[in-house]
């Protein structure tokens, strides 16, 4: 159930960092609306399927538009959704099974195209949907109900994926602090291409990473978490890359590249396309030599 | 011997300017008032490799590829070897005498194309040479080739001149040694030219051209024989406003960005062949259930697989109508001609908008790269409608009851009242996911009831009191549609069924299926898949098969149809 919906059929666990994720999400949408004056209508909610994808219908308050579509290819249907209406803001939520397994064929040629779409990719190193297998995020040896023996493939490093294949903007983030994740979102928004904040959002039942992350400052224990250092450039390619050689989880903008969407390119190309009516065009094909 | 119909087919290698030659034969014939088609097969690679492409010229418009060839240029022993077969009684042969030799005596003569062709100054006019002998075979008009000559080589360049002279000459070294070789093939019958506009259009140019005309404003695709020139297309002509036209990475990509401009408002199309539709179908699943209208073309080829990339075979008629796990049944159109490929992709463009969901456009390689004259169609008979949408004062839901009592209620378009979520899992009416069993009842039921709101495809009903009765699908409208003249000249007792709609069917065409008389179906497919799905229904249906990867041919089917219903009558 949902706080609007009774009877909606899906429910995250305690505890779930999907549950922060979201109030970044709905703060973020809203401050996007507000700062752009413009109707919640206007932003359509792309999901995949997997835990985060039912993002798409917890968000409270006044609604945005949404899809709940299939596994793996929330981008190529925002990509649909920018393209067929560019004023639209469009936000894909995917897990990191839905963006990094299944649908990572999709995050190459979105930021090839600079496609002006965000996408919030919640990553708790398991499939939790269904109960407990491993992700493309889980750790070598990492013991789940599908790896019984341990895991053996390497694991996925989502920013260095992102940063060599040239999305636009980088984010790094976890689910613990909405209101920082929600400022981050709506610059995300905000950024002319493609953007992706990543989220670390952790798993209670399967994958509880909350110590892991934050570790223990009672104990003494250090968490894989660390915020970006202020002197690290968004711009510098450079920095980008030093900061994504260093062990643990930045928090923050790791790299930022305005440049020309594909809208904006499209746009270019329209202007010296052909422009021939219907009646034109058959006329083309008129019978003559 | 007047004849009114005669098919030349020019046979060698990929890149010896095969189509180029039935091309410029085609067109010089179109532009003599008669009725032509192109027929074109070749391996699916870039160049080589064995291939033909030919035309057939009548005086009546054409409706198929026709029985066999009168004229056969075979420029290689392979193509000699491969197509004489297909010479009709009395056909000639005309071989490259520069590259084989056939032993003396047969229905044949040699020419050296390219030595008669330097001989002009114009080594590039070899085809002008074995163009000029066949002319000289089927007694056609040098003044109309001359002419076509002249239009195609004044390109206002120096030089415009002698090339013209060059290849009229060489038409007429051609014409000379036709002539001493003493062969006729009969003699073309005067063309009565038609008192309508024309164009000369491809299958895939039709659909592209009739969706467009419908109002597509959204395209996207991925190369794939044979859909490519659908793409090509539309990244050449789909500008303007509001539009957007994009290759895209994969057809996963293509059908789930169509699925999401559809909604958001667009009229979105992508167009495939088999491989890529095996792609899509999840995709397509999603655009049932969440109710997305778009329109997915299926340029057949033979499958399974990679199959026969560059053929025609009508086997993903199963597919295509229930590309998607779960209770799914497409709308489907299946155009049989180049004309009804532009009205069917106009229509499919408006059902989509009109049931708010998916319709497949299926046509065939057959369809797709042949070329034809045929009737300027006329914009003003499109009428191309949009989805209702809802306004602030509506109270209804995007995803409330529907029996069909009432108009469809309207869809919310993102920017606009009434948002909601297009969810792929059953869901309720502002489509939060829902397993309640009422849920599910209701809207399995909606979906389904929504394709009674489709109609206006083109069908045909003739002698529909006949014992027996003719129904082809597709492309096999014209090979049958000749088998079933040339039955009816004889005295046989046979009708006619054709549907562009294959779902849902036009209650007339289900009226005569519903009379139990025995439904003939001939199709390109193995498993007989149009007849079996009419017996699904309870119909009495069987099909006449052939799965060579080419059209039926007209006398084929005389025959098989005719074994089928004992008339003794034969081609």
């Known amino acids: ?289 | 011997m007047d004849k009114h119909d005669f098919v030349i087919r020019f046979a060698g290698e990929g890149g010896q300017g095969l189509v180029t030659s039935a091309d410029a034969l085609a067109r010089a014939a179109a532009h003599a008032g008669y009725f032509v088609q192109t027929h074109s097969t070749f391996p699916s690679q870039i160049m080589g490799g064995p291939a033909s492409s030919q035309v057939r010229i009548s005086t009546t418009p054409v409706l198929s590829s026709g029985d066999g060839v009168d004229v056969l240029v075979a420029l290689n022993q392979y193509a000699y070897d491969h197509h004489n077969e297909d010479l009709n009684p009395g056909g000639v042969t005309v071989y490259n005498a520069e590259e084989y030799e056939l032993p003396e005596g047969g229905n044949y003569f040699g020419i050296k194309a390219d030595e008669l062709a330097k001989s002009t100054g114009n080594a590039r006019a070899a085809n002008m040479v074995t163009i000029g002998a066949v002319a000289n075979l089927i007694d056609f008009k040098l003044e109309e080739i001359d002419e076509f000559i002249t239009q195609r080589f004044t390109r206002g360049r120096d030089g415009d001149a002698e090339i013209i002279e060059a290849n009229i000459k060489a038409v007429r070294l051609g014409v000379d040694v036709a002539a001493s070789s003493g062969f006729s093939v009969g003699q073309l019958e005067a063309a009565t030219p038609p008192d309508y506009q024309q164009i000369v259009i491809t299958g895939n140019a039709a659909l592209a051209m009739g969706a467009t005309a419908a109002g597509l404003n959204f395209y996207v695709g991925y190369p794939i024989s044979p859909a490519t020139t659908v793409l090509v297309w539309m990244e050449n002509n789909l500008w303007g406003e509001d539009r957007f036209v994009h290759q895209v990475a994969s057809e996963i990509e293509a059908i789930n960005a169509t699925l999401g401009a559809g909604f958001a408002g667009k009229k979105a199309m992508t167009a495939t062949a088999g491989p890529g539709f095996s792609l899509m179908s999840e995709g397509l699943g999603l655009a049932w259930m969440a109710e997305i209208p778009m329109v997915v073309t299926n340029v057949q080829r033979g499958g399974p697989a990679t199959g026969l990339p560059t053929k025609s075979e009508q086997s993903d008629l199963y597919t295509s109508m229930h590309p998607a796990h779960g209770d799914i049944r497409m709308p489907l159109l299946a155009p049989g001609t180049i004309e009804e490929c532009f009205y069917a992709a106009a229509l499919a463009q408006n059902w989509a908008e009109r049931y708010q969901g998916p319709v497949i456009l299926v046509t065939e390689f057959g369809l797709a790269e042949r070329g034809e004259n045929i009737r300027r169609p006329d914009l003003s008979k499109i009428s191309a409608e949009s989805r209702t949408t809802v306004s602030e004062s509506d109270t209804g839901k995007r995803y409330d009851s529907w029996d069909g009592s009432t108009p469809l209620p309207g869809m919310p378009i993102p920017g606009g009242p009434g948002a909601y979520v297009a969810n792929g899992s059953e869901h309720d009416e502002i489509g939060d996911t829902t397993h309640l069993p009422r849920h599910h009842v209701r809207l399995t039921e909606r979906r389904f009831k929504k394709i009674d709101l489709l109609d206006g495809a083109h069908y045909e009903i003739e002698n529909a009191n006949a014992e027996t009765i003719i129904m082809p699908w597709g492309s096999s409208k014209g090979p049958a549609r000749e088998a079933y003249d040339r039955l009816r000249d004889q005295g046989a007792d046979v009708g006619w069924l054709y549907s562009v709609s294959l779902n849902p069917l036009p209650e007339e065409v289900t009226e005569v299926l519903k009379t139990g008389k025995k439904i003939i179906v001939p199709e390109l497919n193995y498993l007989g898949q149009w007849s079996s799905l009419l017996r699904m229904e309870g119909y009495n249906a069987e099909s006449i098969t052939q799965y060579t990867g080419l059209p039926f041919r007209p006398a084929d089917l005389v025959d098989s149809i005719s074994e089928r219903i004992g008339a003794g009558v034969t081609a």
């Open chain 1, 1 to 289: 159930m949902s706080k609007r919906n009774p009877e909606y059929d899906f429910a995250w666990c305690p505890g779930c960092g999907d549950f922060g994720v979201r109030r970044a999400l709905q703060v973020a949408l809203e401050g996007y609306s507000a700062e752009h004056e413009e109707p919640q209508a206007n932003n359509v909610v792309v999901a995949g399927i997997g835990c985060s994808g039912n993002m798409v219908h917890l968000v409270e308050g006044e609604q945005p538009f949404g899809i709940h579509g299939i596994h793996g290819r929330s981008l190529p249907i925002a990509f649909g959704v920018k393209q067929g209406n560019p004023k639209l803001n469009t936000v894909v939520v995917a897990g990191d099974g839905d963006f990094l397994s299944i649908g990572a064929e999709h995050i190459g040629p979105a930021a090839n195209r600079n496609v002006n779409v965000t996408a919030v990719v919640m990553d708790n190193g398991v499939y939790g949907l269904t109960k407990g297998q491993s992700s493309p995020t889980s750790e070598f040896g990492a013991v789940t109900t599908s790896t019984p023996l341990g895991k053996i493939e390497t694991p996925v490093s989502p920013l260095k994926l992102y940063m060599s294949i040239g999305v636009t903007y980088i984010a790094s983030y976890y689910s613990s602090k909405p209101r920082v994740l929600a400022k981050m979102i709506q610059e995300a928004m905000n950024h002319k291409g493609f953007s992706i904040v990543h989220v670390q959002s952790p798993c209670t039942t399967y994958n509880d990473t909350y110590d892991i992350l934050k570790g223990k400052p009672k104990e003494g224990i250090k968490g894989l978490a660390y915020e970006i250092p202020e002197d690290h450039d968004p711009s510098s390619v450079e920095d980008a890359n030093d900061l994504l050689s260093r062990p643990g989880v930045p928090l923050g903008v790791i790299f930022k590249k305005e440049g020309k969407t594909l809208q904006d390119r499209y746009e270019e190309l329209r202007e010296r396309a052909p422009k021939r009516t219907n009646d034109e065009l058959l006329d083309s094909y008129l019978l003559q030599m």
